[in-house]
């Protein structure tokens, strides 16, 4: 079985444009959740979705939303990019919502210059 | 609210020493308890979890025993190899709608 996986790998972007990026779970899992990660921060939760609808939200910005297709692909979307935005950014799956094994992806490296 | 603590690092081993990460917790329920790995350049990957008080996770050599009276889950390994080296995170997770909560990670190298 194919694992989670993220498009684009890496990616560099200016300050003030907005970058998309993408996430396909594993077959059959319908959760799909997005971290942020940074050396000063950590692993900070960003959003869930389930069944295409937010579940929960983490603290971030309205400049971070995503969402979730009927296939249970999912995309996060940053607009406005500041320098802090840059990170790894990490989606993780799982069969169902809450309290659920999930399984992450190798993550988009994204730098703000 | 709910959290985790990790030790910090990072963590130097030659080969063959014993591995200790301490992780203990807050929450506000009853959690579940993971350990995930970090090779460099990688995302996580799940090294071993425990969903109850006494469980004990295991996985390539390393070990964790959910501890709820001392709110612990301590990662441990006899033996520690080169391929070991890579960052360590404790998480627990409550369940509901509540996301993983991690603590800030350790790092480890293990030196031959």
């Known amino acids: 079985k194919a694992g989670v996986t993220q498009t684009p790998r890496y990616l560099i972007k200016t300050r003030g444009q907005q970058v998309t990026l993408s996430c396909s779970p594993i077959s059959g899992h319908r959760s799909v959740s997005w971290y942020q990660q940074t050396p000063g921060q950590g692993l900070q939760f960003l959003f869930e979705y389930f069944s295409e609808t937010q579940r929960n939200k983490g603290n971030f910005p309205g400049r971070f939303s995503g969402r979730q297709f009927s296939n249970s692909r999912s995309e996060m979307n940053v607009s406005t990019l500041e320098l802090g935005d840059s990170a790894l950014y990490l989606c993780a799956s799982s069969l169902d919502s809450g309290g659920f094994e999930q399984f992450f992806g190798p993550g988009t490296r994204l730098t703000v210059l | 609210g709910d959290s985790v603590t990790q030790m910090e690092g990072p963590v130097t081993l030659s080969e063959e020493a014993f591995l200790t990460i301490n992780c203990t917790y807050t929450?506000?329920?009853?959690?579940?308890l993971f350990w995930y790995v970090q090779y460099p350049g990688e995302g996580l990957q799940l090294l071993l979890k425990?969903?109850?008080?006494?469980d004990k996770g295991s996985n390539k050599g390393f070990e964790a025993t959910y501890r709820k009276e001392t709110t612990s889950f301590h990662l441990e390994k006899g033996s520690v190899q080169v391929s070991d080296s890579a960052v360590y995170f404790c998480?627990?997770?409550?369940?509901?709608?509540?996301?993983?909560?991690f603590g800030k990670g350790t790092r480890l190298s293990v030196i031959a």
């Open positions: 998480a627990l997770l409550l369940g509901g709608n509540t996301p993983l909560v």
């Open positions: 929450a506000t329920g009853y959690p579940s």
């Open positions: 425990a969903t109850k008080a006494d």
